[in-house]
C-alpha cells in the first residue's frame, strides 16, 4: 500500500497492523530456491477520538489519491499510510543495499510497485530515519533521472539510481530505485527507511522493473508466486510499539501457515494492480446487493490497513448493523455502530471458498465507551483503477499468495500454528537467513522469463537480514544476482 501523514503514520501501507507467522526456510542442501523472511509489525499508540477522526480523514483522502482519484492533490500533506502510526499498523521488513550491503526497514506494499529509499543527503522528512549514503557504495549508479510519487498522505521525491539490492537471501544487480531526499513530513517513521512495491511494473512512478518481477520473470524462484501471513494485535491492550509481525515467503508457499488447499482466483485484469472480483458478501449473515463486471473489482492491497468501497454498497453494509450511523466531520465516510454489536462479514471473489473477516478486525477502534468505527469505508477512486481495496482488515484472516504465472490471488485458511502468533508473545524477530543459487543476468531493459540468464554453483556470502541491524555474512553456496532494468 502505501504512505501516509503524521497520525496516519503506521496504518494503511497503511494503517495495517498487519503481517505473519515465523515460518524459516529450510536450509538444508536440498532445499527449494524459495526463501522466507520475517516481518516486524509497528503498533499503534493510544488515540483520542479526535486523533482517529484526524486519522480516518487522512486515510480514506490517502487511498483515494493512491488510487486515483486526484481531488485531494493540493494538499499539503500527504495520506502515507507507511508512515501513519495510528490504529493497527503497517508491516516492514528488511532489504539490503549496495557493496558493502546495508540493511533498510521498508513497508512490503502489493498496492504500489516503486521501491525507493531515504537518501543521506535528505532535506526534509528524513531526519529520525536511517538512510543510503550512495558514496558509501562501490556498486551504486546514478541514472541521472528525476524521481516524484504522490501518496494521499504525502509526496517523496528525489531522483534515481541503481545497485545490488538483496532481500531473503535474494540479490539483483542494477536495480533501480529512488533515493528520495525530499518526503512530506510523517511519511516516514523510524525504523522505516522506505517502501518496497510489490505491484506490476506498469504503475511504477520510476518505469523501473519491481524486484520481485526481475526475481521471478528470471526464473531466480522455485515456484512463481510470493505469500503473506499477517498477525493481528489490534485487539491487544498491552501491543508494544514494534511486535511479532508474520512472514513474507518468495517463491514458496509456507505449509505450516496454512490449511487445506490454497483457492487461486485469475486476474480479470493484468499487469497493474493484483485485482480480483468480489463476487458475494454476507454482514450479520444476509447478502449484500453487490455489482458485476469491472465495478466489483478489489486491489488486493497488503499496504492499505482497511477496506474500501463505493458508497452504495458500504451503506448497505452497516445497513445490515442495528444502531450503526453514518460518520461526521473527520468521520466522514466511515460509519459507527454499537461496541456491543459483534459483526460477522464474509467475503467471496469468484473462487470455492467463502471468507470470513474476523470481528475484532471489523472493529477499528472503540470512540467511546458504547460507539466503535468500522474499518469497511466509502471510498472513491480514479478511473483505471479498482472500485474496491481489500486490505489488512480482510487479510489479517488468511494466508494470502501472489502468483505470477498463472496470474492469480490465492487466499488459505490459517493453520493453528499461524493463528498462535496473534496477541502472541513471539519475540520480534532479529534476523531471517536467506539461502542458496547463483544467477547473473546482464543489466538492460526488462528480461524476458530466462533471458541472459546463468546458473552456477559457488562459494559466496548469504546475508542475514536484521531489521535494522547491519548484514551479517553466512558461508553458503552461493548467492542469487540478477539485473533489473528501466523501461523509460
Not at 20 to 38: F, I, R, V, Y
Not at 182 to 205: D, E, H, M, R, Y
Not at 248 to 266: A, E, K, Q, R
Request: charged content about 10%; hydrophobic content about 35%; some cysteine.
Amino acid at each position: 500500500m502505501l504512505p501516509s501523514p503524521p497520525l496516519f503514520a503506521v496504518i494503511l501501507l497503511s494503517l495495517s497492523l498487519q503481517t505473519s507467522a515465523a515460518p524459516q526456510a529450510d536450509n538444508a542442501p536440498n532445499a527449494p530456491a524459495g526463501l522466507s523472511m520475517s516481518l516486524k509489525k509497528r503498533a499503534p499508540s493510544p488515540r483520542t477520538p479526535e486523533e482517529w477522526g484526524i486519522w480516518a480523514k487522512n486515510h480514506r483522502e490517502g487511498l483515494e489519491a493512491k488510487y486515483g482519484n486526484t481531488r485531494h492533490e493540493k494538499r499539503g500533506a500527504g495520506t502515507n499510510l507507511l508512515s501513519n502510526q495510528n490504529g493497527d499498523s503497517s508491516y516492514f521488513g528488511s532489504i539490503a543495499i549496495g557493496t558493502p550491503p546495508k540493511a533498510f526497514n521498508v513497508i512490503l506494499d502489493t498496492g504500489s510497485a516503486d521501491l525507493w529509499i531515504a537518501d543521506s543527503a535528505c532535506i526534509t522528512g528524513c531526519e529520525s530515519v536511517p538512510t543510503f549514503d550512495s558514496a558509501s557504495s562501490s556498486t551504486f549508479h546514478n541514472q541521472s533521472t528525476s524521481f516524484s510519487i504522490t501518496y494521499g498522505s504525502g509526496r517523496a521525491a528525489g531522483s534515481l539510481g541503481s545497485d545490488v539490492v538483496q532481500m531473503a537471501g535474494f540479490s539483483v544487480a542494477n536495480q533501480v530505485f529512488a533515493l528520495c531526499n525530499l518526503v512530506s513530513s510523517g511519511l516516514l517513521n523510524n525504523p522505516v527507511s522506505g517502501l518496497l512495491g510489490l505491484a506490476f511494473q506498469t504503475i511504477a512512478s520510476s518505469k523501473a522493473t519491481p524486484l520481485w518481477e526481475t526475481l521471478v520473470t528470471s526464473g531466480a524462484w522455485d515456484s512463481p508466486l510470493m505469500a503473506f501471513q499477517l498477525t493481528r494485535f489490534l485487539n491487544d491492550s498491552s501491543v508494544q510499539s514494534q511486535e511479532f509481525g508474520g512472514s513474507f515467503s518468495m517463491g514458496f508457499t509456507n505449509t505450516s501457515l496454512y490449511t487445506g488447499d490454497i483457492d487461486y482466483v485469475n486476474l480479470p485484469v493484468q499487469g497493474s494492480y493484483w485485482i480480483l472480483p468480489i463476487t458475494s458478501m454476507t454482514v450479520q449473515g444476509n447478502s449484500v446487493s453487490l455489482p458485476s463486471g469491472q465495478d466489483s473489482y478489489a486491489a488486493i492491497d497488503t499496504g492499505t490497513t482497511l477496506v474500501g468501497g463505493p458508497s452504495t454498497y458500504i451503506s448497505q453494509i452497516f445497513a445490515q448493523i442495528p444502531g450503526s450511523s453514518p460518520g461526521t466531520g473527520n468521520f466522514q465516510n466511515y460509519y459507527t455502530y454499537p461496541c456491543d454489536t459483534t459483526v460477522n462479514v464474509t467475503l467471496s471473489f469468484g473462487g470455492t471458498r467463502t471468507w470470513t473477516i474476523s470481528p475484532a478486525d471489523f472493529q477499528l477502534s472503540r470512540l467511546t465507551r458504547s460507539t466503535c468505527l468500522g474499518a469497511f469505508f466509502e471510498l472513491s477512486t480514479g478511473s483505471s483503477a479498482p472500485s474496491w481495496i481489500i486490505g489488512d482488515t480482510f487479510l489479517k484472516n488468511v494466508y494470502s499468495v501472489f502468483r505470477y504465472q498463472p496470474l492469480s490471488v490465492g487466499f488459505a485458511q490459517l493453520s493453528p500454528a499461524a493463528l498462535a502468533e496473534d496477541n502472541s508473545n513471539t519475540p520480534v524477530p532479529s534476523a531471517t537467513i536467506g539461502s542458496a543459487t547463483t544467477v547473473s543476468a546482464s543489466a538492460g531493459s526488462r528480461q524476458s522469463a530466462n533471458g541472459g540468464l546463468s546458473l552456477r554453483p559457488t562459494t559466496s556470502n548469504q546475508f542475514i537480514f536484521a531489521p535494522g541491524a547491519a548484514i551479517v555474512p553466512l558461508l553458503v553456496f552461493c548467492t542469487i544476482s540478477l539485473s533489473a532494468g528501466v523501461l523509460l
